[in-house]
């Protein structure tokens, strides 16, 4: 074996006995006590700076640029905060008690999902990189119908089947977008099968074949799975907003609560091709998540690039969108 296999299959190891180690330490932890580690990673994160911090600030600054540096710099580590406050409840909500998920969220708009997914039917939701996504998935699964979504594949692969696991201990099942059967098939099965939620973060495209929508006066790509899934199978599709607010005393964790609004059913407003009713159907989405990033902006942690001014500079000037 060469050394830089060694080296790897090392790092690997360590990476997985940290992740494991992590995740039983965190679960075992006072509350009070967890949320405070991690505020205080999100801290250092932010004092260190680095690739990711500095495209949440790059993020911000576009849908919010009234702010002055300080106050930008605010909302940065704000949303740094949030950020480790969502992976702070990752690893402990499998320890969580089904009332303590009740009280840690507060959904609105879920009716007509429940009424499908109890029918047999099978409802999809287009959500975006907001606020605790596996807290509101929880919820779900607990009141509405088991929940199926689409994962990247996390190096190294251990570290990814123990994801899958904890997703699994609250009725969301993985499907895998690399390594394995095309994802948007498996999907269509499972719509097919009915009786199931399938939620979908989609303000972020992963393939290279999303579409481009305005986004807060600026183009953005998203992922048209969700649309094309609604559309081919006549499954009602909705937009999911999620945010943190403080908790009222006695609910929520930490201090916080995960608030879910969900639009009413999404319909084409256009004639024409599935694509072109795709594409509608995905501004329509973008849309509705509008106004959480522009209101609750600390809850968007996009640490990654979106816009199309980022993705190709090139285009950038052509693909503005006049405020």
């Known amino acids: 074996m060469s050394r830089a296999s060694l080296r790897g299959r090392l790092t690997g190891s360590v990476s997985v006995l940290g992740f494991r180690l992590g995740w ?25 700076g680095g690739k990711g911090v500095e495209r949440l600030r790059s993020n911000y600054a576009r849908v919010r640029p009234e702010l002055t540096p300080d106050e930008l710099d605010d909302l940065v580590h704000d949303g740094m905060r949030s950020y480790m406050r969502y992976y702070c409840e990752a690893f402990r ?3 969580l008690r089904p009332g303590q998920i009740d009280r840690a969220a507060t959904v609105s708009g879920y009716e007509p999902l429940r009424d499908t997914c109890r029918a047999g039917g099978t409802a999809i939701a287009f959500v975006g990189h907001l606020g605790n996504f596996d ?11 088991p929940v199926t979504t689409v994962a990247e594949r996390l190096k190294p692969e251990e570290v990814f089947q123990d994801f ?17 059967e095309n994802p948007f098939h498996e999907l269509l099965r499972t719509a097919k099968r009915g009786g199931r939620l399938i939620a ?14 305005d986004l807060l006066g600026h183009r953005a790509r998203m992922a048209k799975g969700p649309a094309l899934l609604a559309l081919m199978t006549d499954s009602p599709l909705y937009a999911a907003r999620v945010h943190y607010e403080k908790a009222p ?4 964790l930490g201090g916080y609560r995960t608030v879910v609004e ?15 009713q795709a594409q509608d159907l995905v501004q329509q989405c973008a849309d509705h998540l509008a106004a959480t990033i522009r209101t609750h902006t600390s809850s968007w942690h996009m640490l990654q690039r979106v816009f ?13 969108v006049a405020t």
């Open 93 to 95: 909500l499998p320890s």
């Open 200 to 213: 979908l973060a989609s303000d972020r495209d992963l393939t290279a074949n999303g579409v481009e929508v």
């Open 135 to 145: 807290m509101a998935a929880a919820w779900s699964a607990r009141n509405l119908a």
């Open 24 to 48: 039983s330490a965190v679960r075992a932890m006072p509350e009070r006590a967890a949320y405070g580690l991690f505020e205080r990673i999100a801290d250092a994160a932010v004092l260190r």
């Open 164 to 180: 899958v696991a904890f997703r699994n201990s609250i009725q969301m099942d993985i499907i895998p977008l690399e390594g394995a």
């Open 262 to 276: 969900l639009s009413p059913r999404l319909m084409p407003r256009v004639d024409g091709s599935t694509a072109e």
């Open 308 to 320: 199309v001014e980022d993705l190709d500079p090139v285009r950038a000037p052509a693909g503005r």
């Open 249 to 252: 005393p006695g609910e929520g």
